[in-house]
């Protein structure tokens, strides 16, 4: 396949059918095993990736209490940042991306609600891709048991928000991530979000290009309403982000304010 021999990880709340258990970091779903894999995953086994385990994350996805450091759950206690062993590497992916930080595998597949793939992305000094809703499947079944017996056959990503949800890829390059979301998106009749989407045929691959893509491009800066809310020494690493993507032959045009940003 495409993806032949490639190391993955799963976030635990990834139901994979394997000797593994999928319980969203917490002990109650200890002992769980579901009975097939969720699509994400079957989709990067027939691409020839190995799946060699499931990262620790934020118990329930950061739903577990509005008071909690990110990167901890019952069942995996404290992850930790590769790069500082003393803070928490964001969440609620917190695993999938301190795996790929740490040059365990290529890529990890973490889940987004409001953030959870993007923000340990940022952490971690990671490309973190959260897909468009209804691009990447999250049907199947968690559980065969009372508990979750109303998602069996129906759910293999744990349910956060119906509308929000979606998988998606954490990898140390732009290229490693775009290789993951072509190994994982397209039409899953388990969940109906998925069959309305217009992804491009043959993949998001064929659009890597060099920088030389960005001549002509128009980047809008909404300062007031996001940039200007930054530490001055971020708007400083910022603010040398434009002057390459200019350099580039791109042009920003500033105050592209959001409507109603007050």
């Known amino acids: 396949g495409p993806l032949h021999g490639i190391p993955f990880l799963v976030k635990d709340n990834i139901g994979t059918k394997d000797k593994m258990e999928t319980t969203a970091g917490s002990w109650m779903l200890l002992g769980s095993v579901i009975p097939r894999d969720a699509h994400v995953v079957h989709l990067l086994r027939e691409a020839g990736t190995l799946l060699i385990g499931h990262a ?29 062993l003393t803070t928490n590497p964001g969440g609620s992916s917190s695993g999938s991306a301190a795996a790929v930080a740490g040059n365990l595998v290529t890529f990890a597949l973490g889940t987004e609600t409001d953030g959870s793939v993007i923000n340990p992305a940022e952490r971690n000094a990671l490309v973190g891709i959260k897909p468009t809703e209804g691009l990447t499947s999250r049907a199947g ?122």
């Open 56 to 84: 620790t994350l934020s118990e329930w996805a950061d739903m577990r209490s509005n008071y909690y450091s990110e990167g901890y759950s019952a069942r995996g206690e404290q992850c930790r940042s590769p790069y500082n």
């Open 141 to 262: 079944s968690v559980k065969k048991g009372p508990l979750f017996e109303r998602f069996a056959d129906k759910y293999r990503v744990i349910p956060e928000s119906h509308n929000q949800d979606t998988v998606g890829c954490l990898a140390r390059s732009v290229r490693d991530a775009t290789y993951c979301l072509d190994g994982i998106y397209g039409p899953d009749p388990l969940d109906n979000d998925t069959l309305v989407q217009q992804a491009p045929v043959g993949g998001f691959a064929q659009f890597l290009s060099t920088q030389d893509a960005l001549k002509g491009a128009v980047f809008g800066l909404p300062w007031l309403s996001f940039w200007q809310l930054a530490p001055s020494n971020q708007q400083q690493q910022l603010l040398s982000l434009l002057s390459l993507i200019e350099a580039a032959g791109a042009t920003i045009i500033n105050g592209t304010e959001l409507p109603y940003w007050q």
